[in-house]
Nanobody
């Protein structure tokens, strides 16, 4: 059984920072691409960030580019999302996901390209 557990969410003031962690068990994801998505109530999942299997490339949604950074530590089987300059509009439930292998290039934004999902962690940004 593959499990992804996110942590690091919480309440922060606008302009503040949070670092989310996603720890995997049941599977080492050193050879898998990873992604972060967020979802608000009544909304579809929104792509946030993606990192390739070897960490040599990253991709970001325009709404977070320059503020968020995705990284991975394959030795720890963990992926991170550093969130800086947070805005109230960033308030959401953030979930990490393991991508398919092989991953279809250019499809990092699609939820269909990911096989396993964490339960998510709540991020709330106050104004």
């Amino acid at each position: 059984q593959v499990q992804l557990v996110e942590s690091g969410g919480g309440l922060v003031q606008a302009g503040g920072s949070l670092r989310l962690s996603c720890a995997a068990s049941g599977r080492t994801f050193s050879l898998y691409p990873m992604g972060w998505f967020r979802q608000a109530p009544g909304k579809e999942r929104e792509f946030v960030a993606h990192i390739t299997w070897n960490g040599d490339s990253t991709y970001y949604a325009d709404s977070v580019k320059g503020r968020f950074t995705i990284s991975r530590d394959n030795a720890k089987n963990t992926v991170y999302l550093q969130m800086n300059s947070l805005k109230p509009e960033d308030t959401d439930v953030y979930a990490c996901a393991i991508g398919r292998r092989p991953f279809r290039s250019g499809r990092y934004y699609s939820t269909d390209e990911y096989d396993y999902w964490g339960q998510g962690t709540q991020v709330t940004v106050s104004s």
